[in-house]
């Protein structure tokens, strides 16, 4: 005999919705920039997360989550300006690469 048991369901977030605490979502992002495929953009994205994410509003959290998906390949050239970015992510990676050239630390 096997037991039934109901699917797991995410745990409420602090806002009463479904999905990742927030705390949990900043490690989880705030990894993902320390962690990326090149070391050239973990030291570009890890201090400006550690610097930055804490602040942001949600929907800053969710355009800058889509951008971790990026492939770095796409992402470096967008940051230091020799390609063309994406319209969606146009302030945030501005905002990025201020960061980066003021040689800024968390």
Do not use: C, H
Request: glycine share 10%; aromatic share 8%.
């Amino acid at each position: 005999m096997t037991a039934a048991y109901p699917a797991a369901q995410p745990a409420a977030g602090p806002e009463g919705g479904t999905g990742e605490a927030r705390a949990t979502r900043l490690k989880r992002m705030t990894m993902r920039s320390w962690r990326r495929g090149t070391k050239e953009m973990d030291l570009i994205l890890g201090p400006f997360a550690d610097a930055r994410l804490g602040q942001m509003e949600d929907a800053s959290l969710d355009l800058y989550d889509a951008l971790l998906s990026e492939n770095d390949q796409d992402l470096y050239p967008w940051i230091i300006g020799a390609g063309p970015v994406p319209e969606r992510f146009g302030e945030l990676v501005a905002e990025i690469a201020a960061f980066a050239r003021a040689g800024r630390t968390a």
